[in-house]
């Protein structure tokens, strides 16, 4: 294989991909020596990347090459969901071994355009090159109207703490994947939220349009690590309410084996699902679920910094930040 | 080390650079979910980005880790230069082995800051991971005057060709990097040119802003190679003067050693320079040299596809890309 043909094989995979919009989006996309995109009037551009690597984010002999393609996207994609904002399109720095160039990079392309296709994204352009191991590096831009993106700086005592979805589920898909576990009925729920993960782009839209949400994250590396972020960066502390967390919900497995749901709640990774804070006074405009997705209310913002979780009604003890940290592993 | 280390690291170096225009251009930067940019009024966004791998780009032992962080960030910026645009800001993604979090990535830090003033860029967020080897994967955003940019796809028949600088003197610098020569006088320049490359930025602006140029590449992957996706994108050809190409200049090692200049700069990559046509009523507006940088006319663009070398007056030469590619190595 040549360089020349890897970039042909995606170009091919994302032109099937037609979507309508396309040439008003982006002036140039692939095949040339940059991306031309022409920014929508009166809004900013959002900017993100993530790694996703071999051995690191995924396992090619485990991890299905088409959730591969998948998850490396909407992972990044979920970092425009937390800032309010809308996908616009993407880049793909792929790093493959020869070997993986046929059915595997079939696999990966198939997974990827149809996240593009969810998440409203086109393929601007990338870098492909050789290596041992399956590198990815995804580069997501998006637009937010001025002033609306919502930062994980806003949030301010008394502000109460909202997180939708379910907290830990991706965690406990991951772990029951290499099992027998795949038959087991409800099962299959989790392995999606592991393996095919939706970031929440149209409730973070919803959320900085509304002025609702004065500071929003998402939980990519799990509960404790991302509300400790978001209060670092407000410089306020969180309690923490553990009777009021969405635990993941476990069908029976037939097997005796138990999970600590309150551990994977606080400290599962993977789950992009939002969180975010609302003042007090327009709580009661925030629903129960918003287009099919949970709104759960699990705390509230304090001025005194550090994260304390409340449990059996007012026995607290501290939250430390225990997920995902690739250097910690 | 933990992640959130890592990610200080690299914040307190780019605080320290302290750029002036910096909460100006870009609102917010690392720390958040994004980074947020508040785009030029009638300007494009110009997007692209660049591997740059161990083993692959760079090697651990014999590329300083200051030449590792300027080239990395200079070789993805000369993309922006080949549009005619203004660099503007950059995502890092950075995977380390623990081993290389102290003094490597210090000097990698120092390389990227030193490249990121003399670029005009900022640092705008990025993604750190662990790896057993080193990987760098960089997002350069650059924004030029809506109806400017100059593609690859502009050259029409009758153009002509013009290269900047000397072309092979890379490929050169790198082929004399492991050896004795590096006291000989006159070599610092080639190694120079291997490890700390300059894209040519301010030329490609003012050939845009004069609208001289009507397709333009930047000789990345060596001449034979860039012409050829210039020619294709152009639907053309192309015809170039052996005794015109700006040859390298070869110091005295004293050793007999010799190297065929013309190869080198035929197919030698990494040079950064850029390759641009001109219609030929223009080309009496094109300088021998802009900002002590020369320009050579090399050639012209053909009707007929396919690319020919002139040699010794009349004997022609079919062109075959031989240049960088990482799947023939």
Chains 1, 2 share one sequence.
């Not at 809004?43 to 299905?64: A, K, N, Q, S, V």
């Not at 703490?161 to 379910?166: L, P």
């Not at 003042?279 to 005194?304: C, D, N, Q």
Request: glycine share 10%; aromatic share 6%.
């Amino acid at each position: 294989m040549q360089e020349d043909e890897l970039v042909e094989s995606i170009e091919k995979a994302f032109r099937r991909m037609g979507s309508p919009g396309r040439s008003k989006k982006l002036r140039i996309g692939m095949g040339d020596d940059a991306a031309l995109l022409t920014p929508l009037p009166e809004h900013e551009t959002i900017l993100t990347c993530d790694w996703f690597l071999e051995g690191m984010h995924f396992l090619r002999e485990r991890h299905p090459a088409e959730a591969v393609g998948w998850k490396c996207l909407a992972r990044a994609t979920s970092d425009i969901a937390a800032m309010g904002g809308a996908p616009r399109c993407f880049l793909l720095s792929l790093a493959l071994p020869p070997s993986c160039a046929g059915r595997w990079l079939d696999g990966f392309l198939s997974g990827l355009r149809r996240a593009a296709r969810r998440l409203g994204l086109e393929l601007a352009g990338g870098d492909t090159s050789r290596h041992r191991q399956i590198l990815v590096s995804i580069t997501v831009i998006g637009e937010v109207r001025r002033g609306e993106a919502v930062l994980r700086s806003g949030a301010r005592p008394g502000d109460l703490i909202w997180v939708s979805g379910r907290l830990g589920e991706a965690q406990l898909g991951m772990e029951l994947l290499p099992g027998r576990w795949t038959q087991v009925p409800g099962i299959r729920r989790l392995l999606r939220k592991h393996l095919y993960p939706e970031p929440r782009i149209e409730l973070g839209q919803w959320l900085s349009k509304r002025r609702l949400a004065t500071a929003m994250i998402d939980v990519s590396d799990g509960l404790s690590t991302d509300l400790g972020h978001l209060c670092e960066a407000s410089d306020a502390g969180a309690r923490v309410y553990a009777d009021k967390l969405p635990l993941p919900r476990v069908p029976d497995l037939g097997s005796g084996r138990r999970f600590d749901l309150l551990a994977l709640a606080l400290d599962g990774g993977d789950d992009y699902e939002l969180l975010f804070t609302v003042p007090w006074r327009l709580a009661h405009l925030v629903p129960r679920e918003y287009r099919g997705v949970s709104l759960t209310k699990i705390g509230e913002i304090t001025r005194a910094t550090g994260m304390l979780l409340v449990e059996d009604g007012n026995r607290t003890r501290p939250i430390v930040p225990r997920g995902w940290d690739p250097f910690r592993r």
